[in-house]
């Protein structure tokens, strides 16, 4: 059984620059969420998905972050014109409706970026 | 808003058990959950309990929930120095049908002395 995956893992970019995140959830897992973590925190929602439709975005999500999940599968998340405070881990969780076990959100490793 | 408390640190010998603590402030919590997260990795679910439940245990692991005054606690029993790790405590929003988002406590970190 394949858990969540992320692409990739590390990025370090300079200021400035765009980048995106590609997740990978669990099969036949219709929900998929974006949190980020910065270092000593735990975890902040960002945004999440319901098959193809973005259901709910946190106010942390500035008009320079972009989420889309395209065909319901993979989920890809965009940073524009990054800035330092940018700098931290994105985690990718995703979760089943139809399953047993409550909508429970399973995470993957995470990319982590550092933006100089 | 949701706001979710644990403390920072605990240090516990190796065999003894462990116990972390969390409080949440949103009454309309429906499920709880423990994550595991080992340095530059993801999080680990390690167990959930569903509200209406007071008490869980999971092998090692016993969650025990005092719905009245939003506490939360994860025993871990015979704890290794595998079980070293940061500890999040999170809790699901239950009232909006479409606010599945989980909110996290700031994690404890449990470091195991052999």
């Known amino acids: 059984d394949t858990g969540v995956s992320q692409d990739p893992r590390h990025k370090i970019t300079k200021r400035g620059q765009n980048v995106t995140f590609r997740c990978d959830p669990i099969s036949e897992h219709n929900r998929l969420y974006w949190y980020r973590q910065t270092l000593g925190q735990g975890p902040e929602f960002l945004t999440y998905?319901?098959?193809?439709?973005?259901?709910?975005k946190s106010r942390l999500l500035s008009d320079r972050f972009s989420a889309e999940r395209p065909k319901g599968s993979f989920s890809t998340l965009e940073i524009q014109r990054t800035e330092q405070g940018d700098s931290a881990m994105y985690l990718c969780?995703?979760?089943?409706?139809?399953?047993?076990?409550?909508?429970?959100?399973?995470f993957g490793p995470g990319t982590r970026l550092t933006v100089l | 808003g949701e706001d979710v408390e644990q403390s920072l640190f605990l240090s516990v010998r190796e065999g003894d058990s462990s116990v972390i603590n969390c409080t949440y402030t949103d009454s309309s919590s429906t499920y709880l959950y423990w994550y595991k997260q080992e340095p530059g990795a993801g999080l680990q679910l390690l167990t959930y309990?569903?509200?209406?439940?007071d008490m869980k245990q999971d092998q090692r692991l016993t969650v025990l929930l005092n719905k009245k005054d939003k506490h939360l606690s994860l025993r871990i029993a015979d704890t290794q120095t595998g079980d070293s790790a940061i500890y999040f405590c999170a809790e699901r929003d239950g009232i909006k049908a479409a606010g599945n988002k989980l909110t996290f406590g700031g994690g404890t970190r449990v470091l195991v002395k052999p």
């Open positions: 998905f319901q098959n193809e439709a973005q259901l709910e």
């Open positions: 309990i569903f509200s209406n439940m």
């Open positions: 969780a995703s979760s089943s409706t139809t399953a047993g076990g409550g909508d429970t959100q399973y």
